[in-house]
Every structure is written in C-alpha cells, then in structure tokens.
C-alpha cells in the first residue's frame, strides 16, 4: 500500500516560517485532492489546506494569507509553506491524498504526521 512521506517539522518562533513536504512512497493514480491536516492537543484533527486536481485551493480561514499549498508533479511532492507563524499553529501535521480506485472506491492515504511547534 501507498505510504506517504512527510518532512520539514520543527520548532520556530512567532512569525517565522517553516516548509513542509510530503512525497509518496510510489506512484499514485487517480488522485482528487490532497491536502494537509493538523491536531494539537485536546482538539479535533482540522484540514488546514487542500488542492484539487484542478490546482484549485481551499485553505482554514485562520491560515489565509499565510499558508501556501502547492504541487510539483515533477519531483512528486507537494508542500506547505508556512509563514509568518503564530503559536496558535502548533500541532501535529498530516499529509493526505484521497484517490479514486478503478473500481471507483475513495481511499485516503496518510503521512505519518510531523511535529510544528511554534514559540511566543
């Protein structure tokens, strides 16, 4: 099965930046979306940012302005840019992808998630 691959976590201070990747472990057909999600602790897993197969995004209204998702098929990985940082973005982060199978079955894969710690 398709494992995703995350890297780029850390510890920055408020209004810093930090850039996160995400590659598969193999090649993916049938993608949807893809997208990033986070949890930090006591609160329920929320999807950050997303990009459709139309390159369209959505992103979390607290993250606008700040977060950049984007997509190099090329090297097959997508990133998360992520500037002018506050402590509230603090959480584990998770890459997803939702792809379709043949028989037309929705499967989402998951990163292993990474750890952004953000400080005051």
């Known amino acids: 099965q398709v494992q995703l691959v995350e890297s780029g976590g850390g510890l920055v201070q408020a209004g810093g930046s930090l850039r996160l990747s995400c590659a598969p472990s193999k090649s993916i057909s049938g993608i949807r979306t893809m997208g990033w999600s986070r949890q930090a602790p006591g609160n329920q897993r929320e999807v950050v940012a997303s990009?459709?197969?139309?390159?369209?995004?959505n992103y979390l209204d607290s993250v606008k302005g700040r977060f950049t998702i984007s997509r190099d098929d090329a090297r097959n990985t997508m990133f998360l840019q992520m500037d002018r940082m506050k402590p509230e973005d603090t959480a584990v982060y998770y890459c997803?992808?939702?792809?379709?199978?043949?028989?037309?079955?929705?499967?989402?894969?998951w990163g292993q998630g990474t750890q952004v710690t953000v400080s005051s």
């Open positions: 997803y992808a939702d792809v379709r199978s043949v028989r037309g079955v929705i499967y989402t894969y």
């Open positions: 990009i459709a197969v139309g390159d369209s995004t």
